[in-house]
């Protein structure tokens, strides 16, 4: 009882204290008066709710004595306005008066300034676009060590390869074409199947990165749409944005999966895959961040691309 008693009486000393902070101090009789309306209040009480009844009905006293001085301070400050700043606040003379509507701008207006926000927000999260991009560049990279450099070559293990001169002079049928193009068969089996695994690990991680661009922005793309500008504006910045961002993404990704395998085709094909299937798994992100639910888009969307994306 002694432990609750001198709990309570503490709040009340707490609650009085707040509202004394809060209140202005131009007059001190009210201060005082306030204390000592406090001060007589705070007996024990044997409600065990006392203590927070009194101190709610402080907050609110402090919240009314707010309101009453921002009143009284935008009162002063518009008195000391000119009259051409105090004609934006007087209402219209006119009673059939309406605000004038500015005029909507152009689709390629529109499709600009949503790309120079893009790029904006954009820039200012560039680490973390930085990160996903190293996350993806490391994924790939881990996999094509894994794999190893391709090497197309008969290995010791394997018989010399002869052909006598009669085949080639005599018939070009006979010639013994599986034996010599065996290595290169067997290397583009392996090489397919690394590029299989390369594939489904950058299609998964780009097409999860992808959902971000939609499901991230709904709230902006409700408040363009019920502003009256074009949705369609909006969805063709957000496409071109998307591909540059996954072009140079794609670029560094394959470039380091090229220069690690030793790919036997030219690097600027090898990178123009990556950058393809990027788009290609973008274009499914986008599908999904607008079908599926938020709560269920992560699960459905990494199933759909590791089993049906390839």
Request: glycine content about 4%.
């Amino acid at each position: 009882n002694r432990a609750r008693l001198v709990s309570r009486v503490i709040a009340t000393v707490f609650a009085a204290a707040q509202d004394l902070i809060s209140l202005p101090f131009s007059s001190s009789s009210n201060a005082s008066e306030m204390h000592s309306l406090h001060m007589a209040g705070a007996r024990p009480c044997t409600g065990p709710s006392s203590p927070n009844a009194i101190a709610l009905s402080g907050r609110e006293k402090a919240k009314q004595t707010n309101r009453a001085r921002l009143v009284s301070e935008w009162e002063n400050h518009y008195d000391a306005l000119a009259p051409e700043a105090k004609a934006k606040y007087l209402p219209p003379t006119d009673p059939t008066d309406i605000p004038l509507i500015d005029p909507m701008p152009s689709f390629l207006h529109q499709v600009m300034h949503n790309i120079r926000r893009n790029l904006l927000v954009c820039w200012r999260n560039r680490k973390t676009k930085a990160l996903d991009s190293f996350v993806v560049v490391a994924a790939v990279a881990f996999v094509t060590l894994l794999d190893g450099t391709m090497e197309y070559a008969l290995t010791q293990d394997d018989a010399p390869l002869t052909v006598p001169l009669s085949f080639i002079t005599d018939d070009v049928d006979d010639l013994p074409l599986e034996r010599m193009f065996a290595p290169f068969q067997a290397a583009a089996v392996e090489k397919i199947g690394n590029g299989m695994k390369i594939g489904i690990i950058c299609a998964v991680l780009v097409t999860l990165n992808a959902t971000k661009y939609i499901s991230d922005k709904h709230l902006e793309f409700f408040r363009e749409a019920s502003s009256g500008y074009n949705v369609s504006a909006y969805y063709a910045a957000l496409n071109i944005t998307s591909s540059i961002e996954l072009l140079v993404q794609m670029v560094v990704t394959g470039f380091a999966a090229a220069a690690i395998s030793s790919t036997s085709s030219n690097y600027f094909a090898c990178i123009l895959n990556f950058v393809m299937l990027a788009w290609i798994c973008a274009s499914w992100g986008f599908l999904f961040s607008v079908v599926m639910p938020p709560k269920n888009l992560t699960v459905v969307t990494g199933f759909y691309v590791a089993f049906f994306g390839l």
